[in-house]
Nanobody, 124 residues
Framework: QVQLVESGGGLVQAGGSLRLACAAS????????MGWFRQAPGNEREFVAA????????YYTDSVKGRFTISRDNGKNTVYFEMNSLKPEDTAVYYC?????????????????WGQGTQVTVSS
């Protein structure tokens, strides 16, 4: 069993930056693809970004390409999400996710573990 705990959310003005972290415990995530999803009020949870087990492959939804960067430190069992040039439409609860398979495609298709989420609010 893997527990995921997100941190780093908060309130920021449009154009600002935030860095989220997802700390895993229970077992190592070094062989798992990891990712971030988000859910805005009234909307379904949507995929945002994924990273493969080694950190050599990433994938982003179009709306965040060039602004957000996902990375990982397997030695620290932690995944990071650098969010720059934030927009009000980025406001949502951001969830860390883990697949027990190693590829970004696997993460997009099947999430095994979820974090509890962290709120990101971008004011205009």
């Amino acid at each position: 069993q893997v527990q995921l705990v997100e941190s780093g959310g908060g309130l920021v003005q449009a154009g600002g930056s935030l860095r989220l972290a997802c700390a895993a415990s229970g077992r190592t995530i070094s062989s798992y693809a990891m990712g971030w999803f988000r859910q805005a009020p009234g909307n379904e949870r949507e995929f945002v970004a994924a990273i493969n087990w080694s950190g050599t492959s990433t994938y982003y939804t179009d709306s965040v390409k060039g602004r957000f960067t996902i990375s990982r430190d397997n030695g620290k069992n932690t995944v990071y999400f650098e969010m720059n040039s934030l927009k009000p439409e980025d406001t949502a609860v951001y969830y860390c996710a883990a697949s027990v398979l190693p590829t970004v495609q696997a993460l997009r298709a099947q999430v095994r573990y979820w974090g509890q989420g962290t709120q990101v609010t971008v004011s205009s």
